[in-house]
């Protein structure tokens, strides 16, 4: 069970600082950034979203057959590593940023990374903590992509261990009880420690007096 746990543990967190990383990146971009192609870009993201998992995961198999990803945690994470719609909120949140402060930082010398790292970031603490917590959940929760693409018991994430565990032990249910609670309980952790960003996230953007 501690297995399974410490699996599903490597995929979140990886899925966490990736997204989180990503998404911030790709969202300053879209909103930050003039260049050409920008509001299709934008628009393909928002097109991304409407695209059900179910029609895409056969494609997304046979490209991690291809790369030789099958049956490891690399490739249970790869397909959710950056995700369109934490892109979009990202995005969304930068553009709610005023544009006279990185104006000021420009004038001052800023170049476009030090604008974003100390200037646009520090002001988006809400809207990553929303975005960690979606990303933990979702790869946490996530049962239908590592069933499609583990094969090892070994390598079993939390969710594909505990119906694997109430298959060969069906009359142990203290045991999937168990396996139930480390399955919630790293959720409820996770919120309980970013709740006041994630609150926070609703007046993103604002300027301090």
């Not at 097109?47 to 490209?63: D, H, K, N, S």
Request: hydrophobic content about 55%.
């Amino acid at each position: 069970m501690w297995d399974y746990a410490l699996n599903s543990l490597k995929v979140a967190a990886a899925n966490v600082v990736t997204n989180c990383v990503g998404a911030a990146l790709a969202g300053y971009a879209l909103a930050r950034l003039r260049y050409r192609g920008r509001r299709a870009t934008t628009l393909a993201f928002v097109l991304a979203m409407l695209v059900p998992v179910e029609g895409i995961i056969i494609a997304q198999f046979t490209t991690m057959r291809e790369l030789g990803l099958n049956n490891t945690l690399l490739g249970v994470l790869l397909p959710g590593c950056v995700s369109a719609l934490n892109v979009l909120l990202m995005r969304n949140a930068f553009l709610n940023l005023p544009y006279e402060i990185e104006e000021a930082a420009y004038v001052d010398g800023a170049n476009v990374w030090q604008r974003f790292l100390r200037i646009a970031v520090p002001s988006v603490k809400g809207t990553l903590a929303v975005v960690a917590i979606f990303a933990f959940m979702g790869a946490w929760d996530d049962f239908l992509w590592p069933l499609i693409v583990l094969s090892d018991p070994d390598k079993f994430t939390l969710t594909i261990g505990l119906n694997y565990l109430h298959g060969t032990f069906a009359n142990d249910e203290r045991l999937v009880a168990a396996g139930t609670i480390i399955a919630v309980a790293p959720l409820i952790a996770l919120f309980a420690f970013l709740q006041r960003y994630f609150f926070r996230g609703v007046g993103e953007g604002a300027v301090k007096g």
